[in-house]
């Protein structure tokens, strides 16, 4: 039986690399009848010093935002992480059988400590928890970008290893990308790095919520290259690639067709018309996400629903972790 599991942090405006890499993709496969479990990971979003108060907003916002992408509640489990237990449940067992080695080598964890000098443990053990998440739901496809691919990674050598030892219980969760391009969707001021919540630059990115005058100005400052012509090469044109990226992606249009359609453009020119396109695209989504976020009440009770969705799943799969794990007394 197939499975969808993915997640998201409720850490404030989501960006247009979130949205192309990994809403967009479950949205498709609702809308394709799978069965898909969403969360809303507020227990991942406190591993670094967080605000209370900001963070029970965002968390209202991001149901906002999921519903406004097209997500509907009636087709998916959505819900907040921290509201089922059995995630953090599980995580205790799974952190049983995994090594601190193993968690130190992860690319994100170096990335986000290296610059502490007193490390939390929950930025350490972030990644247990995230496989927790997966297989307290026996998930078999988990759709996200490209940076989770090592987590995930985490999640089936644990699947694995918890099944040799105490019996087979977890399906090996696969791992879901979109084409190459979004699945990486780039910095707009640096082509090397992802686009990313967490860079100190919002030029950097297209947030969902920016109002156009943002948009087009990020736009037109992202970085290209000494190049005028408007061709396709991610490798050697990375800059001006993933504006023709993002350009086929919110006009439905082939790369082909844009770059034949921008052949007589400058680059400089060309922005102008990325950034038209975004606009446009983004309009309706960004009523839709202010409609909703305008109606905290409904907002509440889908994520109430979630909630007892998600742990009808959930709760019979731990209670056979617990009876697999001895802590369960059959006599
Ligand atoms: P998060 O909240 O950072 O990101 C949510 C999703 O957006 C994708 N993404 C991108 N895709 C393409 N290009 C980009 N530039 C880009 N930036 C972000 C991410 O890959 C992700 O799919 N650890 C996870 C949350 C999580 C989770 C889980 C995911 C917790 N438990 C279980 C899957 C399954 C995270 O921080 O995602």
Redesign the pocket.
Known sequence: QKRI?????PTGAIHL??Y???ISQWVKLQNNNEEVVL?I?DL?SMTLRHDPKQLSENILHMTATLLGCGINPDKVTLFQQSTVPEHTQLCWCLSCICTMPRLAHLPQYKEKSKDLKDIPLGLFIYPVL?AA??LAYKATH?P?????VQ?IQLAQDLARMFNSRFGNTFPEPHTLITGTE????RSLRDPQK????SDPDPKSRICMTDNPDEIVRNIKKAVTDFTSEVTYDLEKRPGVSNLISIHSFVTNKSIEEICLEAENMNTGKYKLMVAEAVVSYLKPIQDQIQQYYSDPGYLMQVLQDGKVKARNICSSNLEEVEYKLGLRINI
Do not use: T
Not at 5 to 9: A, T
Not at 182 to 185: E, G, I, P, V, Y
Not at 194 to 197: R, T
């Open positions: 599991f993915s997640g998201i942090q690399g979130n192309l890499g990994a969360s990971v991942h995230q998440d997966i988990v996200v970008g490209e940076d989770q987590q979004f699945a990486r969707l992802k686009m990313s919540k």
